[in-house]
């Protein structure tokens, strides 16, 4: 593990390893401590540092699974250019205004997707990683809905580390259709690789 983050969120990404579930699930209770443990130590260095790292692990996420999306190069080429704007919104070289437009536009593209068939859930749950992430560059972290239940929460609010599991096992684990190997692995790398490089605010945003 990246020896530049704070021993408390290392501590933190160790207790929400050990708590994957069977299922290969990352409880959404241990995700919310994640991401207040990011939040709580970050505030003392400045008010937009939680937001940035948020945002870097946001971005992060989408990109390990645009892949999934490969079926549909249309969709894929959009979700690319949705993240480049993003990386771009982060360091003030894109206006927030036409992100959000775009996004809102994206994000019709990818529901569109559906129209296939469920050959086309897991293309669609990778393009709502992306959507998820814009979301978060834009809008930054919704705290009272990390930690529910996906099933209480409309899924356009689901969170993009969420979104991303979705794509990497290729269903939730309610249907019962698998999965949690790759699940168990997604959630693993998000722990012990994705955070940390987000925590690493040096890090270059486009070679995650």
Same mark, same amino acid.
């Given at each position: 593990?990246?020896?530049r983050?704070?021993?408390q969120?290392?501590?933190?990404?160790?207790?929400?390893?050990?708590?994957?579930?069977?299922?290969?699930?990352?409880?959404?209770s241990?995700?919310?401590?994640?991401?207040?443990?990011i939040e709580?130590? &970050?505030?003392?260095?400045?008010?937009?540092?939680?937001?940035?790292?948020r945002?870097?692990?946001?971005?992060?996420?989408?990109?390990?699974?645009?892949r999934?999306?490969s079926?549909? @190069?249309?969709?894929? @080429?959009s979700?690319?250019?949705?993240l480049a704007h993003?990386?771009?919104?982060?360091?003030?070289?894109?206006?927030f205004?036409?992100?959000?437009k775009?996004?809102?536009?994206?994000h019709?593209?990818?529901?569109?997707?559906?129209?296939?068939?469920?050959?086309?859930?897991?293309?669609?749950?990778?393009?709502?990683?992306?959507?998820s992430?814009?979301?978060?560059?834009?809008?930054?972290?919704n705290?009272?809905?990390?930690?529910?239940d996906a099933?209480s929460?409309?899924p356009?609010?689901?969170?993009?580390?969420y979104y991303? &599991?979705?794509a990497? &096992?290729?269903s939730a684990?309610?249907?019962?259709?698998?999965?949690?190997? &790759?699940r168990r692995?997604?959630?693993?790398?998000?722990?012990?690789?994705?955070?940390?490089?987000a925590?690493?605010?040096?890090?270059?945003?486009d070679?995650?």
């Amino acid at each position: 593990m990246n020896m530049r983050i704070p021993q408390q969120l290392a501590a933190a990404i160790d207790n929400a390893a050990a708590s994957i579930s069977q299922d290969g699930e990352l409880p959404a209770s241990e995700r919310k401590v994640i991401l207040v443990t990011i939040e709580e130590l &970050s505030k003392v260095e400045h008010s937009n540092a939680g937001y940035l790292r948020r945002a870097r692990l946001a971005i992060t996420c989408a990109k390990e699974v645009l892949r999934h999306m490969s079926p549909y @190069e249309n969709v894929l @080429e959009s979700a690319r250019l949705m993240l480049a704007h993003g990386v771009a919104a982060l360091t003030g070289n894109y206006e927030f205004k036409v992100l959000q437009k775009e996004n809102g536009a994206f994000h019709t593209k990818v529901v569109d997707l559906l129209s296939q068939g469920e050959t086309a859930f897991v293309a669609t749950y990778a393009g709502m990683t992306v959507f998820s992430a814009i979301n978060t560059v834009l809008y930054d972290t919704n705290f009272d809905l990390i930690g529910l239940d996906a099933k209480s929460v409309d899924p356009d609010d689901w969170d993009v580390g969420y979104y991303g &599991s979705l794509a990497a &096992s290729g269903s939730a684990i309610w249907e019962a259709k698998g999965g949690a190997e &790759s699940r168990r692995v997604y959630w693993t790398w998000y722990l012990k690789a994705a955070i940390p490089f987000a925590w690493d605010v040096q890090s270059q945003l486009d070679r995650p």
